[in-house]
């Protein structure tokens, strides 16, 4: 079946726009995680939704990092006034359900370079 | 805080030859542990995970790891490294405070040698 995908895979924007990163989750899941891997770093945890709404979105950076979901499914990760130090790639997961034991399922990935 | 560490950024080993990355991870009364591989232009994938039970591991495409409770680690091997094997591998811990959350290291760049 279709896995994670993820649009645009790559993003080149001006430093101060804003960007929209959009997720499609396997179909089901009930629990979707944005990441972000910046270079020569791990993964780092973003936000966490469950259905449509997010319990943790204790690692969005700034104010500037919001995140929604809609019927439970597609997310957008939204970045406004993107500055240099955003350029990463974002990851987007989904898993059946919450927990650990649950699989992580991985997009592609979202290249974004801030000039 | 909960941390995770690959020493190695970049190993490179001839095609045939055995495989052993190094994963240390900080704290944990019983970890989740697990290992990703990323290959060029695709999402992580999960080699194999450990909650519980036996500490030797195995996974996906003739990986394993061992889980060592006295060191604090969860190394990755392979007994003959296969050319399709260079990726990036990433190994991660599950947060203590979080029923979801996954801590990563900093990742290992394997390079294969023909």
């Known amino acids: 079946g279709a896995g994670v995908s993820q649009s645009p895979s790559n993003k080149v924007t001006e430093k101060g726009k804003d960007v929209e990163l959009r997720c499609d989750p396997i179909?089901?899941?009930?629990?979707l995680y944005w990441y972000r891997q910046s270079l020569g770093q791990g993964l780092e945890f973003l936000i966490y939704?469950?259905?449509?709404?997010?319990?943790?979105k204790s690692g969005l950076p700034s104010d500037r990092f919001s995140a929604e979901r809609t019927g439970g499914s597609v997310s957008t990760l939204t970045i406004q006034r993107t500055q240099q130090e955003d350029s990463a790639v974002y990851l987007c997961?989904?898993?059946?359900?919450?927990?650990?034991?649950?699989?992580?399922?991985f997009g592609p990935g979202t290249r974004l370079l801030v000039l | 805080a909960q941390s995770v560490t690959q020493p190695d950024i970049h190993i490179t080993v001839s095609e045939g030859a055995s495989l052993e990355l190094r994963c240390n991870y900080s704290?944990?009364?019983?970890?989740?542990l697990f290992w990703y591989v990323q290959s060029p232009g695709q999402g992580l994938q999960l080699l194999l995970k450990?909650?519980?039970?036996?500490?030797l591991v195995q996974g996906i495409k003739g990986f394993e790891a061992e889980f060592k409770r006295s060191q604090s680690s969860f190394n990755l091997r392979k007994p003959s490294v296969h050319w399709s094997d260079a990726a990036e591998y990433f190994c991660?811990?599950?947060?203590?405070?979080?029923?979801?959350?996954?801590?990563f290291g900093s990742g290992t760049r394997l390079l294969v040698r023909p």
């Open positions: 939704f469950q259905g449509n709404s997010a319990p943790d």
């Open positions: 704290y944990g009364a019983t970890p989740y």
């Open positions: 991660a811990v599950g947060a203590t405070d979080s029923s979801y959350k996954l801590i």
């Open positions: 179909s089901g899941h009930t629990a």
């Open positions: 997961a989904s898993s059946l359900q919450r927990g650990l034991q649950e699989t992580q399922y």
């Open positions: 450990y909650f519980s039970g036996d500490t």
